[in-house]
């Protein structure tokens, strides 16, 4: 599996959407549970949403649980992070990270995952 690469982040106003996607090259993408995790500035990284490698567990932060959704498309080695009603404390570096998994259970601790993206930027101005 290769590094995930995140994009979609970017400068929006409050109430606005987004959707960030993170494409992972490599044949076994179906065998990773992904998700995304976020830091904001000068606080520590926190998870935001994950997803089974078969896409039919969830898991969401409390902060972002109804305005969030995480999906995935195996098909295009691909796992999106649909951003909507976003608050300026929403304003960080999205990070999509994978983690290998034998069965369909999904994580939200960032030490459990094994690949990380560079990040993408979404700033909410009020």
């Known amino acids: 599996q290769e590094q995930p690469v995140e994009s979609g982040g970017g400068l929006v106003q409050a109430g606005d959407s987004l959707r960030l996607s993170c494409a992972a090259a490599?044949?076994?993408?179906?065998?990773?549970?992904m998700a995304w995790f976020r830091q904001a500035p000068g606080k520590e990284r926190e998870f935001g949403a994950a997803?089974?490698?078969?896409?039919?567990?969830?898991r969401y932060a409390d902060s972002v649980k109804g305005r969030f959704t995480i999906s995935r498309d195996n098909a295009k080695n691909t796992v999106y992070l649909q951003m909507n009603s976003l608050q300026p404390e929403d304003t960080g570096v999205y990070y999509c990270?994978?983690?290998?998994?034998?069965?369909?259970?999904?994580?939200?601790?960032?030490?459990?995952?094994?690949?990380w993206g560079q990040g993408t930027q979404v700033t909410v101005s009020s």
């Open positions: 990270a994978a983690e290998w998994r034998a069965t369909d259970y999904v994580s939200a601790t960032a030490g459990a995952y094994d690949y």
């Open positions: 490599g044949r076994t993408f179906s065998q990773y549970a």
């Open positions: 997803v089974s490698r078969s896409g039919g567990s969830t």
